[in-house]
Antibody, heavy 119, light 110 residues
Framework: EVQLVESGGGLVQPGGSLRLSCAASGFTFSTYWMHWVRQAPGKGLVWVSSISSDVSITRYTDSVSGRFTISRDNAKNTLYLQMDSLRAEDTAVYFC????????????WGQGTLVTVSS | QSALTQPASVSGSPGQSITISCTGTSSDVGAYNSVSWYQQHPGKAPKLMIYDVSNRPSGVSNRFSGSKSGSTASLTISGLQAEDEADYYCASYTTSFTYVFGTGTKVTVL
């Protein structure tokens, strides 16, 4: 069974940093693209970042480029999102999402971890 | 990248069919057949319902179907059931090698 379990969320002040983790199990993590998607309270889904299976390719939405860094440790089956210079508008539930195999898109989602940026 | 446009809400009675539209541009929905649909119940993670415009993952009811014409994709739910009441989001791959989601549609079963 595919499982994605996020952790690391919490309350942080504007300008602060936070690192999210996503522990993956139930599939061969090292062969899949992985993604982060966020959802502000009461709002829609927004794609944040993607990373290729071999770490060679990373992509970011414009609003987080230069502030967020996606990474992964294939030996530990773990995906990360380092978030720096956090702003109030980064407040959201952050979902760890597996990239699909054989087609372009995403299939399995974690339950999410809440990040609140507030003073 | 602007969000894909979906109606804010759609409603129907049990047993009826409803259709949700998802309008993008030639840089996303119109560029590839990489359109997916997700169902999200309150407080839950999104669930994949349709991929590659019209394909259903294993375990998803055949009451859910998808299509696309030009830069507009559609999700149809046939034989509407109470359990279908949820938020629905479309998503598309883009020519910038990124992803974009729709604005979301709240489906209400009357």
């Amino acid at each position: 069974e595919v499982q994605l379990v996020e952790s690391g969320g919490g309350l942080v002040q504007p300008g602060g940093s936070l690192r999210l983790s996503c522990a993956a199990s139930g599939f061969t993590f090292s062969t899949y693209w992985m993604h982060w998607v966020r959802q502000a309270p009461g709002k829609g889904l927004v794609w944040v970042s993607s990373i290729s299976s071999d770490v060679s390719i990373t992509r970011y939405t414009d609003s987080v480029s230069g502030r967020f860094t996606i990474s992964r440790d294939n030996a530990k089956n773990t995906l990360y999102l380092q978030m720096d210079s956090l702003r109030a508008e980064d407040t959201a539930v952050y979902f760890c999402v597996r990239g699909a195999s054989g087609w372009i898109g995403t299939d399995y989602w974690g339950q999410g971890t809440l990040v609140t940026v507030s003073s | 990248q602007s969000a894909l446009t979906q109606p804010a809400s759609v409603s129907g009675s049990p047993g009826q069919s409803i259709t949700i539209s998802c309008t993008g541009t030639s840089s996303d929905v119109g560029a590839y057949n990489s359109v997916s649909w997700y169902q999200q119940h309150p407080g839950k993670a999104p669930k994949l319902m349709i991929y590659d415009v019209s394909n259903r993952p294993s375990g998803v009811s055949n009451r859910f179907s998808g299509s696309k014409s030009g830069s507009t994709a559609s999700l149809t739910i046939s034989g509407l059931q109470a359990e279908d009441e949820a938020d629905y989001y479309c998503a598309s791959y883009t020519t910038s090698f990124t992803y974009v989601f729709g604005t979301g549609t709240k489906v209400t079963v009357l």
